[in-house]
């Protein structure tokens, strides 16, 4: 059997050959993340992982010797698998590299390189584990399964979390597909990933039941065409709805980094924003006139807005009677007004239409080397700098609040990738009310708000200017996406390049504005549905479903010994 053949020649290699055969599997499951956007290849492309996670299977099967060697076999194994999958889907980090080139470009190929080799770690961690509560038999996806999904969720959890393209993000398209993450969320998402796509590695097995490898693999067939049937009724029973009496206009600038960080170019970048803000999509509608929100992307500006009376005049002269302005910012520090500017917030400001400030939501969640360097002094003093050049580095939020817009609902601000947490995008007490508000406190949960109320939508404002024309945007956009489905919350998201867009909680996208384009979005606001199983539960589903995995692969190894 050709299968068995492979599986024999993939047990067997050693050496360089093991390794190159790791990489290139990872390399080959990272595919899907590159094709984004393009609606017919993904609508195939979810299928590639299933030749790249049996390979890990047959890795761990031949992570051979005494137990230490095994476990440490197979760790190395998975980085490289890791290594691959993340090399290949974080290729894009080093345009950032690039924006100013004669400062950082010499970091380009070591940012490329170390990013995907530290996250790699984990992936090894994975496999090592899963080497340790290895079985011979189909159990043994499930040990890599609960392994592989522990290690990912602790990725996304310490030192300050990145669960970018954890593998539960191959199952996000199509969406039909992707309604699974209302009730488990994206890591029930990445265990279900790599329980299905590694079972296929069971159809090799020699030496079992006559019939076993066949049930599994019905198993695994069976949970994809519940999950499509799943998302299939979610999508077909649920139709969009709208808040009445909210006209949202999102404003995509595209500008390039070196004029929107500029402070000569103040002028031309408010132009730019006062004149798209101006346009608008329906012919009888003229200036901002019938529009009640007016959105403007990330780090709007290349000065602290409160401290610039003409530039407050010009939105003051722009804004209607009843539009009101939600908008990225630097704010300063609270100082004194000819103090020097040291550090700053990376804000978002709601604006009336007498310039008042009426809101300010401080970004808490910062990116580590783009808005901080870990150790701040020590790096700085042997001349290193974040990628925004702000010396010390930005100032973190002490906690994450609902924002209150007059005329439309309360909704939730989330800055950049602060909308890639799963969970930890809407804040602990509004996800569960009285009991996480109370018991949270004590057990030191993070952002926790002081308010049970769950916000009506959630508004993302991100620059993901620094990334150009590649894949990064668009994983940006599909992890936003995510949050929506998962939270059973409505998406409004700005971007400075792209993308923007409004997207319902059921994950479908009302409009957008494709990546690297200048234009507006005039839109109504989609209506949230009744906190999803996830809202509700959190990461307590996966908890148990791991429980479960493990104790049936323990007993597994227990009846086989």
Not at 84 to 109: E, I, Q
Not at 231 to 245: E, H, K, Y
């Amino acid at each position: 059997m050709k299968l068995t053949r492979v599986a024999h020649s993939v047990v067997l290699a050693w050496g360089w050959r093991r390794a190159t055969i790791a990489f290139f599997a990872g390399a080959a499951a990272a595919l899907p993340l590159l094709i984004l956007g393009s609606r017919p290849a993904e609508m195939v492309a979810w299928l590639i992982p299933f030749v790249s996670f049996p390979a890990a299977v047959w890795l761990i099967d031949g992570a051979a010797g005494n137990r230490i060697h095994a476990v440490f076999a197979a760790g190395a194994a998975g980085w490289w698998f890791g290594f691959g999958y993340f090399l290949v889907s974080l290729y894009w980090v080093g345009n950032a590299f690039l924006v100013d080139a004669r400062t950082f470009g010499w970091l380009l190929p070591i940012a490329v390189v170390a990013l995907p080799a530290g996250l790699a770690l984990w992936t090894a961690l994975g496999f090592a584990v899963a080497r340790l509560i290895w079985t011979p038999g189909p159990t043994r996806i499930l040990a890599l399964a609960v392994a592989v999904t522990a290690a990912e969720w602790l990725r996304g959890h310490l030192f300050s979390g990145f669960p970018w393209n954890t593998f539960g993000y191959l199952l996000a398209s199509p969406l039909w597909l992707a309604q699974g993450a209302a009730v488990v969320g994206i890591w029930g998402l990445t265990f279900a990933a790599i329980a299905i796509y590694a079972t296929p590695a069971v159809l090799a097995d020699e030496k079992v039941e006559t019939k076993q490898p066949w049930i599994v693999a019905g198993l695994a067939t069976s949970a994809i065409v519940a999950m499509a049937t799943f998302g299939a009724i979610r999508l077909g029973q649920n139709q969009t709805a709208f808040v009445s009496d909210v006209r949202l206009r999102i404003v995509q600038p595209n500008l390039q980094q070196d004029e929107k960080f500029n402070y000569s170019r103040k002028q031309q970048v408010l132009s730019r924003y006062i004149d798209l803000s101006n346009r608008s999509t329906d012919p009888n509608s003229t200036g901002t006139r019938g529009v009640t929100h007016l959105i403007w992307p990330e780090s709007a500006f290349p000065f602290f807005l409160t401290r610039e009376a003409d530039a407050l005049a010009r939105i003051v002269a722009l804004l209607e009677p009843n539009t009101v302005l939600i908008t990225g910012g630097i704010r300063p520090p609270d100082v004194r007004p000819n103090a020097s500017i040291r550090r700053a917030y990376n804000s978002i400001y709601v604006v009336g239409h007498d310039g008042s400030i009426l809101s300010v939501y401080d970004k808490v969640h910062l990116v580590p080397f783009g808005e901080y360097l870990p150790f701040q002094g020590v790096l700085e003093q042997l001349g290193l700098r974040q990628l925004t050049k702000l010396r010390g580095g930005f100032i973190a939020g002490n906690r994450r609040l609902n924002q209150h817009a007059p005329g439309a609902p309360d909704f939730l601000p989330l800055v950049c990738y602060e909308i890639i947490f799963p969970g930890d995008a809407v804040p602990h007490a509004q996800r569960a009310g009285w009991a996480y508000e109370h018991v949270g406190r004590y057990v030191g949960w993070p952002f926790v708000s002081g308010s049970g109320e769950r916000p009506a939508w959630m508004l993302n404002l991100t620059n993901d200017g620094w990334f150009g024309i590649s894949a990064g945007p668009q994983q940006h956009f599909q992890q936003a996406r995510m949050r929506a489905i998962e939270e059973g919350l409505p998406l409004v998201r700005a971007a400075n390049t792209g993308i923007s867009a409004v997207v319902d909680p059921f994950g479908r996208v009302i409009t957008s504005l494709p990546l690297g384009t200048q234009g507006v979005l005039d839109a109504s606001l989609p209506q949230s549905i009744a906190a999803t199983p996830y809202a509700r539960a959190g990461d307590g589903t996966l908890g148990a479903v791991l429980v479960i995995a493990l104790v049936v692969v323990i007993w597994s190894r227990r009846t086989r010994h």
